[in-house]
């Protein structure tokens, strides 16, 4: 187990979370050949950093990678990732299942999370399914209502009330004093985790694009590395451009990116209806930057009016995302491709999750007796 | 394309819906040899009685199949098939996709169904994925925000006022006249597309059980068809002992079944939290009678603490269903099998669709000054 600072270089031989330097660090690239195998964990078995737990998989991963007509009017073709159908309906499954297999390998008796959505009820869910205790730190404004899809999974849910932001980094502190393993957003094993998004678009097309809706960084850096790792294994010939999207209502790395400069800044009052990707300072944030220097990738912004628009298509699709899963094709237009590329948009968790604020269509009222009439 | 009515024998070789006796008609046996492929689809080419359209799939179908704890005290070896991971998160995909593919190849440009749940946004999704236009039918009594999850897709909700069983047979007349092709629960072609449930179950196991969450009787009859097809095509050695589930504040199939009766009688004032099993009238109560008493099968009812109760086991294992997803489990202890038994359960629908209902875990509150004390 090697991991090594994307930023400064140092190494490290145990299971470190964060670098001294205060960056994340990650495993070093991993090589290797596909395999026959149902799920995507033992195709691609030579590129897990530790032994997936498969006896205790609730089946994430292997998503549907869906033809889409959205494409059609700019004349590219459109591929989305439907992430929505994993066990916790996100994306967040397929790094928890990961960083849980390394805790119950590593003797953990207790796991935990900052976050009030989607990783919340996916670390949740997983830590009852691993036989693990749970504590899932939540901000103060975390509504009761919210919380509902956590809790039914029995965990122990503590409201913190305090500064979010310091949350992240006192949780991987105190968790290493208690012996409680967090996986929060860009633990090393969640971003390995995410590598299989990358291997399974991999397996179907090779796209020239990727859009990603991004808030820590954790599932660009993840998707990145699988890309990186399948090319340096010669499995694919080129590694695909990939675009991290952001709301503009909170874009700390896009603003960045657009400044040129290395470092993020706090984003002052983030005010978007993509909560989940409203993360006003990502741990990876920095870690993101880097890669899209070395690789000349892109960071977009993107208004919630286009959001809701994009969340609108993509429902005509057949597809209900939340806000933040529409971002990606919110910023398609914006992008200007040429024609016959090849892109695919990652659609990161349920729309279900975020009933509250979905579009709503109009409801009529008929009597039985005039249905003929309604239904004409 | 031809029919037969399992109740008086009556053929047909249009695609009708109900035979002239009042009772569901269904597609002759298919037989056929597996495949390879992706999806369930192309695996069982042979075994569908329309071509599915393949270009406009979600990726419906090809769920999961989980090794459960849950039946280690009993003895037994449960797997649960974790339908809510499909597009629109319940079972009900594999069987729109289907009548929609049939709806699209016969020239059909608005499509609809009775349903007020799951059935409403697949078919609301699928319609909009498909291009058709779509009418959704739904109860007097269906709430404003149950509906949100089926109107954001884009179709027409009409809530009708009036006999909300009368309105089955109604929308299928209609439907006939306007060129509406209405796919409600029993449909044909929706009995088809659950067949795929036995067979991706078949590929992986030999269950000596599978537990169905009853309601119209349609999943069960496809699940039976499809094992039943497997095996007259020398596939399966056996066909599984099917137990239908009901909840006790609605079981009109068991209670028929229980009377040794051959005709299922409306059951009055239905009162269960297992909403998605409620119908007090089931389309296909007597085919399902007669698949029981032909195959020796079983039906049991489960009371809405036994419910509520499974749920919260499921729960513990990372699996977050609706009620009527966890009668199966319910069920299991009162079924007493004899150990080692194999024994599937189907998990039908998405625990998000009824978050109001799902069981709440506690909530503590702690100051970030305290934090350490807290995670103790």
């Not at 270089?9 to 195998?37: A, K, M, N, S």
């Not at 859009?211 to 694919?236: D, V």
């Not at 993509?274 to 990876?284: D, G, L």
């Not at 579009?359 to 009597?367: Q, T, Y």
Request: aromatic share 10%; glycine share 10%.
């Amino acid at each position: 187990m090697r991991l090594r600072c994307p930023m400064c270089g140092r190494q490290y031989d145990g299971p470190v979370q964060r670098c001294e330097c205060g960056e994340p660090v990650e495993f070093e690239r991993l090589t290797g050949e596909p395999y026959i195998g149902k799920s995507v964990w033992e195709r691609f078995w030579d590129f897990w950093p530790v032994k997936p737990e498969l006896g205790l998989s609730l089946g994430e991963g292997d998503t549907p990678l869906i033809r889409s007509k959205l494409g059609e009017e700019l004349g590219i073709k459109l591929y989305l990732k439907n992430e929505t159908v994993n066990p916790t309906w996100s994306f967040k499954d397929r790094g928890t299942f990961l960083a849980m297999s390394y805790a119950l390998k590593a003797g953990y008796r207790a796991v935990g999370t900052v976050s009030t959505g989607n990783m919340a009820a996916s670390v949740s869910a997983y830590a009852s399914r691993f036989g693990l205790k749970v504590r899932i730190l939540v901000s103060e404004s975390a509504s009761d209502e919210k919380l509902r899809a956590v809790s039914v999974y029995g965990g122990e849910v503590i409201r913190v009330h305090g500064d979010y932001g310091r949350l992240y980094f006192e949780s991987l502190n105190l968790g290493e004093k208690l012996g409680i393993y967090f996986m929060n957003s860009d633990n090393p094993f969640r971003i390995e985790g995410y590598k299989g998004i990358a291997f399974e678009i991999a397996e179907e097309i090779s796209p020239d694009y990727v859009l990603i809706p991004t808030s820590s960084g954790g599932l660009f850096r993840g998707i990145a590395k699988g890309f990186i790792e399948l090319h340096e294994s010669g499995l694919i010939d080129t590694v695909p451009t990939l675009i991290a999207i952001q709301a503009e209502g909170c874009p700390p790395i896009c603003k960045a990116f657009r400044e040129g400069k290395t470092k993020i800044e706090r984003f002052q009052s983030p005010k978007t209806i993509a909560k989940a990707i409203a993360n006003p300072y990502p741990p990876s944030g920095n870690a993101v930057l880097m890669l899209m220097r070395d690789f000349s990738w892109k960071c977009m912004s993107v208004f919630d009016e286009e959001i809701l628009e994009a969340q609108r298509k993509l429902a005509d699709e057949g597809l209900f995302v939340q806000p933040a899963s529409a971002t990606g094709i919110a910023a398609l237009e914006k992008l200007d491709l040429p024609g016959g590329t090849k892109v695919v948009s990652i659609l990161t968790g349920s729309g279900l999750k975020t009933l509250k604020t979905s579009p709503k269509g109009e409801i009529r009222e008929c009597p039985l007796e005039e249905l003929k009439n309604c239904l004409r």
